[in-house]
C-alpha cells in the first residue's frame, strides 16, 4: 500500500529532517520502512551490516557491546526523536559493532542508506545534518568518559540520572522499569554494590524516591549540584 505523503507519519518522519524540502523528504519517506518491535526484541546486532538509518518515533532503546565472551555492557541509550546507524554511514566499516535491543514497545522507521544518498548527492546538507547528530553523541560520550576519569561516584551516577531522566517522562506507559541496577552500573560505569549505595544517599537528599529497578527523580538540581561540585572524593 502506498503512503500518505501528508499523513501523520510523513510529519512524524518529516520532523527527523529539517534541511529538505518536502519533494525530497516524500522519496526518502517512500522508500523507507515504518517497523515495530517489542520490549528486549533486538533491532540490530553486532557483526550484521548496515544497510539503513534508523529514526525512532516512540520507545527507546539501548546498544550493547561485548568485551569479553558472552559479557556485554550498555554503552549508550536512544529514545523517542533520535536516530542511529549514522556513524556506519560515515565509517569505513559496514558492519555494526554494536547490538542494538528495545527496552521498551519501540515504533520506528528504517531508511534505507541508498535513499539517504541519492538525496545527498543533489542536497549535501543533508550529510551536515547527520553529522551535527553524531557530533552531539560524540560529545556526550567524551563527557562521559571525562566524568569516570575525574567524578566521584556519586556525580557519576547523579550524571547518569540527569541523561537519563527524559526516559522517564513516559515510564507510565511502559508498566515496568527500563533498566535494572546491573544497567545503570554499565551507564555510571561502577560496579552495581556502589550503585545500590550512592542510590541510597542520593534518596536520603531527597534527589529521587522508589528503588533502583523503578524510581523517580525529584528533584533535579539536587542532581545538578552533586554532578557539577567540582571534588574528586566519592
Known sequence: ?????KGHSFK?????????NEEEIELLYQSSSELS???????FIAGEKSYSIYLIVSG????????EKDKTIIS???????????LEIFSKSPYFERTCTAITHCDYFAVPNVAIFGIAEKNPSLYFDFLKRLSNVSSRLYNRIEGVRYK???QRLAS??????????NKSLYKKALLSRSDFADLADMTPETVSRVFAELKRMGAVEGSISDFNILDQNILKEISEFNNLRN
Open 1 to 5: 500500500m502506498k503512503k500518505n505523503p
Open 12 to 20: 512524524k518522519f518529516a520532523s527527523f529532517f529539517p534541511t529538505l
Open 37 to 43: 518491535v517489542k520490549k528486549e526484541q533486538n533491532i
Open 60 to 67: 527507546c532503546v539501548k546498544f550493547t557491546r561485548e568485551f
Open 76 to 86: 549508550s541509550l536512544a529514545k523517542e526523536g533520535d536516530s542511529f546507524g549514522v
Open 152 to 154: 566521584s561516584a556519586k
Open 160 to 169: 547518569c540520572f540527569l541523561d537519563f531522566s527524559p526516559y522517564l517522562k
